[in-house]
């Protein structure tokens, strides 16, 4: 299993860009978590198969019908294996 942490710019707050990533990531099969950042991004942790997770990459730059994404950044990162996919607090 692989983790990757997203960082999606744009306007991606305030359209719904988490709910609809959380049942995108839920859809392909992904654990994780998605969350607002106090810098107008959205920040994304996702692990899964390869092939889901660039999926997901793949639809982070449509994200939610009212978001304008600007900007999908990557890293693969070490994480601990995670359960089930959710929505978290800004931070």
Not at 40 to 58: C, F, T
Request: no cysteine.
């Amino acid at each position: 299993m692989k983790s990757i942490k997203f960082r999606i710019g744009g306007l991606v707050q305030g359209v719904y860009f988490r709910k609809y990533t959380e049942a995108k990531a839920q859809e392909l099969g992904l654990n994780g978590w998605v969350r607002n950042r106090l810098d107008g991004s959205v920040e994304v942790l996702a692990q899964g198969s390869e092939q889901n997770l660039k999926a997901l990459k793949e639809w982070l730059w449509q994200g939610s019908p009212a978001a304008q994404v600007g900007s999908v950044e990557s890293e693969t990162i070490d994480a601990e294996a995670l359960e089930g996919f959710e929505v978290l607090r800004t931070e």
